[in-house]
Nanobody
Framework: QVQLVESGGGLVQPGGSLRLSCAAS????????MAWYRQAPGKQRELVAS???????NYADSVKGRFTISRDNARNTVYLQMNSLKQNDTAVYYC?????????????WGQGKQVTDSS
């Protein structure tokens, strides 16, 4: 199976920047999609950004122009660069990976990292 380990997060002043990382390890066949979700207390988990192989990044309207999703050359790590952080960005951020083998896509989740805007 695949394990996703997130790093980064923390307390940031309003307007500050932060980068989250999510590294995949284990038995990987083809991670063809990676994404970031977030969940604030009392709210549903929502998609923040996603990136599929050969595709263009997809962003929630609330973060478009401020956040950037990217992957490294090995395609086993996804990053989320977060700029101009706002109060409503405060949430636990989870990475998600789709690992595809012979027509079956398995979904894996990271453990989540807290991001807090100190406004």
């Amino acid at each position: 199976q695949v394990q996703l380990v997130e790093s980064g997060g923390g307390l940031v002043q309003p307007g500050g920047s932060l980068r989250l990382s999510c590294a995949a390890s284990g038995i990987i066949f083809n991670i063809n999609r990676m994404a970031w979700y977030r969940q604030a207390p009392g709210k549903q988990r929502e998609l923040v950004a996603s990136l599929a192989d050969g595709g263009t990044p997809n962003y929630a309207d609330s973060v478009k122009g401020r956040f950037t999703i990217s992957r490294d050359n090995a395609r086993n790590t996804v990053y989320l660069q977060m700029n101009s952080l706002k109060q409503n960005d405060t949430a636990v951020y989870y990475c998600k990976a789709h690992d595809r083998r012979i027509g079956v896509s398995r979904k894996y989740w990271g453990q989540g990292k807290q991001v807090t805007d100190s406004s």
